[in-house]
Structures are given as C-alpha cells and as structure tokens.
C-alpha cells in the first residue's frame, strides 16, 4: 500500500479533494504551514503551538539518553510503572502500554486518568507499590487530576520521592512540587508543543523508554513520517498529492465540509487504542466555533445499511497482526459507496509515524475548516466550572444540590429517555457520557446501549469515560457543531477515597467534573440528559440498556 494511504471515494468526492489538493499547491500550504504562518488558520497564535514539526529530529540527536533512563530504571528493580496524568499527558503512554504490552525484563506500564475512586483502587491494587516507578504527567503542572493523583501515591509510597519522576513543562508548578519532594528525575517538554501534539516529545518517549521501547527506532521510523510530510526539496519531483499527511487532512477538511464530519475509526486489534489518541487530537483540535470532525472510536462494526451518509471510515491496519472480520467489513462498506481511507501500520513501531502522520492531518483540517487547531477554549471552560464546586466543597462541606436528574429507577425513565432520543435527527451523533469506572464489563454494557442507538437511528455514536474524555472530546462537544444528543451517566461510589491535605475526596472530585461538565454543556444550548444509576453500576447499566430499547421501539 502507498504511504499516503488508500482512498475509496466518489467522483464527485474525488473531485473535491482534488480541488483542495491544488489549492494547497499554488497557495504553497505545505511550505506555509511548516514555516509557520499563522494565517493559514486564523492568524491567531497559532505560530507559537508548532514545536512538534521539529521535535523528532532533536529528539534523534539525543536518543541515548533514552537508553540511558532505559537502564536506570531497569537497574533498579522496578516491576510497575504507573503514569499519573490526564489528556495529552496519558493518552500516548496508554498506547504504548496496551500496543506493546509487557517486555520482557522491563516494569509493565499501567496509566491513570480517572478520578473515579473504584478505578484508583483497582489500578492501585494491579501494582506493587514497593517496586513501583511513578511518573507524574502534566504539561502546565496545574492541572487538577495529576496533581491529587500526586498527593495520593505520594503518601501511600511513604513519602519517597526516589521512585517519583516528573514530565513537565519548564518552570511549572510540577516542576516545584518535584523538586521540594525530592523526585528522582525531572523531564521537560517544549512549551511550543501542545499536550495533544506531545506524543513525540518527552511526554510520551519517557515512558516508552521506561518500559522497554526501543526509542531510537521508534523515532527513526517516525522520522520517515516526518520527511514524507514535509516541503518538497529543491530538485525534488514530489507533490503535495504523494504528502501522507496533508492528503489525509485534505480529505478529512473537504468531505466534512461536505457533511461528512464523523470521522469513524478502525484499528485492528492490536493497536485498538490508537482511536483513543486519535479521538483528543481530532476533537479538542478542530472541534470549536460551531465546527469540528466528530472522532467516532470502539464503535461496533455493523453491516453498511445502518450507518448515515455523514460518515467516513479510516482503517488503521496493522500488516503484521490484521483482522479478518474488520477486512470483510471495510469491504462491505467500501462496496456500498461509503468514503473509507486505508492506512498501513507494518508493526507497532511504526505508530509514531502515525502519530506524525495525523498530527499534519488534523491542522491541515483545521485549516480548512478555518478554525485555530491549538488552542481548546471549551476544555478550559470545564476545568473553571469544576474548580469552583470543589472550593465550594472546601468552604461548605457539600456540593449544591442537582437541578434535573433521572434517577435510574424513577417511573418515568423511559420516558424522559423517548423524549430525549426523539431529538435525534440525520447526522446527529449520540454519545454517552459515563463518570463511572471504566472496565471491561461496563464497557460491554455501554456498548449494548451505543448499538441500539445506532442500528435503530442510524447515528453515529459515541462513547466517553469521565472525567478523562473531558480532556478529549469535551472540547468538540460544547464547542463544535450543536449535533451531539449527549446522555450523562453518574453513580454513587460504594467506597470513597481522601485526597490528602483536601477536605475533598476523589469521589467529589468526579461528581464536581461531571456537574461542570453539565453545566457548561446547558450553557452551550447541547441535548443533555443526566441519568443517576446510583451504587449498583451494574444492576444500574442494565435498568438503563432496558429502558433504552423500551424507549427506541
């Protein structure tokens, strides 16, 4: 297959990128865009976020610092890694961890990015806190979850700041938290590279490097990427057509434009989170001003009559480990006439070339769209309204009580669940918002729910565990087109956890996230519906799957 990928397009659709990739050529787009000309989006800020073109090529010309840290943490008989970090700052380490899996002779990496008290037990009970590296994640060092994850692990280590590292930002609060308590190692990251473009910098290399990448090849391969996407030397014969990067944004820009927004991704199974990576790059990118692609990730395969005409497929294949079952599906779909992009991954190394790759395609979207690709207002947003509920907590004691809930065993739930599903119309989204703990077997529920949803409307759905889609979706969600018909999912917790030196508990924490989330989503005028499940989450999950599909008949 070609690096750029292949296309499965109409002709009209053909046409229109054609038209797209011709106007990225005589207006010179490509050598804009990586001379930094803030023009090509909105003339804004946008010059100052583009760190990341570059950081491979500086990153290379250190690399045996990563071999380095490789052995350091080897040597000292760690058999857990637990990064502690949110948003940019997780996503990336997930993909390793769950792509890569445990290597031999190297800790396994877990990741936390959940303020949901059964996850923190259940991550907490996977590791053996002895022999645990910890690595706290945050680019600006404020951000609420790292910090009490922080505090959390801190005291339950016994205060050892030598099994702690820290990936920040120079002169960052975390910088001064890590230095006071005397952490191991402190590792920075660029300020010119957004947390969603950090997957190549330190923020998502450190923790590679932890646990047994082979970092030099990983960022070798990727470099391959880079040059692939990059202006065309003097004397060179390649056009912006052969651009992997650029061509898949073009196509991605124009078709949305066309309607087609809910960019639906397929990754074979050994790198299925790649679309949890992908989801917060594509949302808090492009997703503001009314506009945005809608990442549509984990959603079951269904046969090609169920999905609407605001679709676009992209496959993420991996050559060395493919899918049957998604091969014949992606037939089927290209077989009906709906636009599918395939994307080749030879093997798990070569995800940082994809990491590059859609790094060029969301803000060549972004300028197609005509919107900032670097900034996430909406994001901000939320993190203003949650901080005001927990210091409301701190001064009172009690969060105020909630305004419009349905309780999961209230009479009228199907009801309100029939009203709320009506509003869906053609090329509305359905997504589910669930600040519970994110398993397998919640998971499984959910997914019951989203396929009920979309096989009976023929939406696109999606599905999102809080609070850590807030640094993710949330943003295309209050921000981009008024489409989403969002159901909120919350529950008691059956054990709470403290944040120590807070009056506040980790469970205040995620009901503070999810009634900030509510609100600023009422605010912008979203569909919203909140559902209470109470303790049981599982007897609760199945009540509400009930009265979903009582409400759809």
């Not at 969600?477 to 009056?503: C, E, M, W």
Request: aromatic share 8%; net charge neutral.
């Amino acid at each position: 297959m070609s690096p750029v990928g292949t296309f499965t397009l109409t002709p009209d659709q053909r046409a229109a990128l054609q038209r797209t990739l011709a106007d990225w050529r005589t207006g010179r787009k490509i050598e804009r865009l990586w001379s930094r000309d803030a023009s090509l989006w909105t003339g804004d800020d946008e010059s100052k976020w583009l760190g990341w073109l570059d950081i491979v090529a500086a990153q290379l010309r250190d690399a045996a610092r990563f071999a380095k840290f490789a052995a350091e943490v080897k040597a000292r008989g760690f058999t857990h890694i637990l990064l502690l970090g949110m948003g940019g700052s997780s996503l990336c380490p997930e993909v390793f961890a769950l792509s890569f899996g445990k290597i031999d002779g190297f800790p396994e990496l877990h990741v936390l990015d959940s303020t949901d008290p059964a996850q923190l037990l259940a991550t907490e009970s996977r590791v053996n806190l002895a022999r645990t590296l910890f690595i706290v994640s945050s680019k600006s060092g404020s951000t609420l979850e790292p910090n009490i994850f922080k505090q959390y692990f801190f005291e339950r280590s016994g205060r050892d700041g030598s099994r702690f590292v820290a990936i920040t930002d120079p002169g960052s609060k975390m910088q001064q938290v890590a230095e006071h308590d005397g952490f191991w190692r402190i590792f920075f990251g660029l300020p010119s590279i957004g947390g969603r473009y950090s997957a190549l910098s330190d923020f998502g290399m450190i923790p590679a490097a932890a646990m047994g990448v082979d970092v030099p090849m990983f960022l070798g391969l990727a470099q391959l990427m880079v040059q692939a996407c990059s202006p065309s030397q003097p004397g060179s014969t390649a056009d912006v057509s052969e651009n992997p990067g650029v061509v898949l944004g073009a196509a991605l820009g124009t078709l949305a434009l066309s309607g087609r927004d809910k960019i639906t991704i397929i990754a074979s199974p050994g790198i299925h989170d790649l679309g949890a990576w992908l989801e917060q790059l594509i949302a808090e990118s492009t997703g503001k001003n009314g506009k945005g692609l809608i990442p549509v990730d984990r959603e079951p395969l269904g046969a090609p009559s169920v999905y609407g005409a605001d679709r676009v497929f992209v496959y993420e294949r991996l050559e060395s480990a493919p899918d049957a079952e998604q091969d014949r599906a992606v037939a089927a779909l290209e077989a009906a006439g709906h636009p599918v992009v395939r994307l080749s991954v030879p093997d798990v190394y070569h995800l940082g070339a994809e990491f590059f790759r859609w790094e060029i395609a969301t803000a060549v979207a972004g300028s197609i769209l005509g919107i900032n690709p670097f900034d996430q207002p909406d994001v901000e947003a939320s993190k203003i309204a949650t901080k005001k509920l927990t210091a409301a907590f701190e001064e009172s004691g009690s969060l105020p009580p909630e305004k419009d809930v349905v309780r999961v065993d209230s009479a009228d739930l199907t009801d309100r669940l029939r009203t709320h599903l009506n509003t869906i119309r053609a090329s509305d989204y359905f997504a589910l918002l669930a600040y519970i703990e994110m398993n397998q077997a919640h998971e499984t529920a959910l997914q019951k729910i989203r396929r009920k949803v979309r096989d009976t409307r023929k939406s696109a759905t999606c599905l999102g565990f809080g609070p850590r889609f807030l640094h993710s979706t949330g943003q295309a969600y209050k921000g981009g087109p008024n489409t989403g018909v969002f159901l909120q999912i919350t529950n008691d917790d059956a054990r709470d956890v403290p944040v120590p030196g807070q009056k506040y508990t980790f469970g205040v924490v995620k009901a503070a996230q999810a009634r900030g989330d509510l609100e600023v989503l009422r605010e912008r005028g979203r569909r919203v519906l909140h559902i209470h499940l109470g303790a049981d989450v599982d007897a609760g999950l199945a009540q509400l799957a009930s009265a979903v599909e009582r409400a759809l008949q």
